[in-house]
T-cell receptor
Framework: AQSVTQPDIHITVSEGASLELRCNYS??????LFWYVQSPGQGLQLLLK??????LVQGIKGFEAEFKRSQSSFNLRKPSVHWSDAAEYFC????????????FGTGTRLQVML | GAVVSQHPSRVICKSGTSVKIECRSL??????MFWYRQFPKQSLMLMAT?????????EQGVEKDKFLINHASLTLSTLTVTSAHPEDSSFYIC???????????FGSGTRLTVV
């Protein structure tokens, strides 16, 4: 069965520190991969996505993610975290095809210490 | 960019009543829309996929008669929670599939509280 796993439920980092949020997927073939951010009581905002090509993907707000086929991973990184980055982060995946449904990971809550 | 407007953002209703949530695509045509439910501090669970002009496809375990989805036009999909009960209290989010393969834009969500 298709699945997306985010091993870390909650992560706390100091402002200015680097960040890495983990994401692993289990699909028959390499899926399309996404990272979303959700602020409390809000919808989801797309940070970045990977379909093919360069395995290091740049996104908005200074985030990047690296696709590693050998590890079935798509980890999200940011070199220096800002207090405004505190939010819930979701990794998601889907098969090819325009209207394929997304499968979400369980999310990682990021807390930033000032 | 492609925007989905979801209303209401918050609603409180009495147990036994029905509530309708609307999602409108403002600047594009949404052939396919997805409805998600999110419990506090949990992930998004897909409830159903709606295609314009046809019946919605529900995920396993989702009651079709309780969560009525209508997608009568390319710009509007609605979710009606019928005979709501406190356990239906949740955060509901819609998403539209975009023509480009990257895929999706999300509404801002509806916080439903059934008292």
């Amino acid at each position: 069965a298709q699945s997306v796993t985010q091993p870390d439920i909650h992560i706390t980092v100091s402002e200015g520190a680097s960040l890495e949020l983990r994401c692993n997927y289990s699909y028959g073939a390499t899926p399309y991969l996404f990272w979303y951010v959700q602020s409390p009581g809000q919808g989801l905002q797309l940070l970045l996505k990977y379909f093919s090509g360069d395995t290091l993907v740049q996104g908005i707000k200074g985030f990047e993610a690296e696709f590693k086929r050998s590890q079935s991973s798509f980890n999200l990184r940011k070199p220096s975290v800002h207090w405004s980055d505190a939010a819930e982060y979701f990794c998601a995946a889907r098969r090819g095809g325009t209207a394929s449904k997304l499968t979400f990971g369980t999310g990682t809550r990021l807390q930033v210490m000032l | 960019g492609a925007v989905v407007s979801q209303h209401p953002s918050r609603v409180i209703c009495k147990s036994g009543t029905s509530v309708k949530i609307e999602c409108r695509s403002l600047d594009f045509q949404a052939t396919t829309m997805f409805w998600y439910r999110q419990f506090p501090k949990q992930s998004l669970m897909l409830m159903a996929t709606s295609n314009e002009g046809s019946k919605a496809t529900y995920e396993q375990g989702v009651e079709k008669d309780k969560f009525l989805i209508n997608h009568a036009s390319l710009t509007l999909s609605t979710l009606t929670v019928t005979s709501a009960h406190p356990e239906d209290s949740s955060f509901y989010i819609c998403s539209a599939s975009l023509a480009a393969p990257e895929g999706y834009t999300f509404g801002s969500g509806t916080r439903l509280t059934v008292v």
